[in-house]
């Protein structure tokens, strides 16, 4: 049987990586989610096993020394971390894998794994991704400001990355990641 494809979906919080692909998931019943560990606190309607797994800090350096992970990052002081078990067994089982990730973590999955296909998802300007980070109220000022500090360093590393998307309108975005995944089903 054919190997599933493995996507990385990066770029800097608040470009849109969620929304964008929560509609994709519901017009594609072929791609399988992975759901990521974090650190971080669950936010008001986050649940476990749900959005993420959240692991209490030693439990994930745990895993890092147990190499668990296929790639994992510190963001905003934070742990965040894809687990490599399900992804494989996801991959071997024909599913095409897509992971919604920062962009650390998306170049030790290039390096690992240079099949991967590597999609970055871009705001329209630096100002309309504040406007959507402060917009969403899901984090205090001063958080909001270190994840635009980490955004101007993810966005010098678009041109990294086999295709680059620009969410300006949503439909558009999930059009394009479309036209993307189709082009490799096709090969
Ligand atoms: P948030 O706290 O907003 O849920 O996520 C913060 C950032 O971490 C986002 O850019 C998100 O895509 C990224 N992220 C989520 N899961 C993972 C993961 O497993 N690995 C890495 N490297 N980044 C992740």
Partial sequence: MRKGTLYV??????????????????????????????TRAPRPGEAD??????????????????????EYAKYVDNYYGTLEAPVEEKLREGFDVILEIEVQGAMQVHEKRPDAVLVFLAPPSFDELARRLRGRGTEEEEK????????RQ????AEKFDYTVINDEVEHAVDELKKIILSRREA
């Fill in 9 to 38: 979906v990066t770029g800097p919080s608040g470009a849109g990586k969620g929304t964008v692909l929560s509609r994709l998931r519901e017009e594609d019943g072929r791609l399988f989610y992975s759901i990521s560990a974090t």
């Fill in 49 to 70: 096993g749900v959005q993420y797994y959240f692991l209490k800090k030693e439990d994930f350096e745990a895993k890092i020394g147990q190499n668990a992970f296929l």
């Fill in 144 to 151: 909001v400001q270190k994840r635009l500090e980490t955004a």
């Fill in 154 to 157: 993810e966005l010098t590393c």
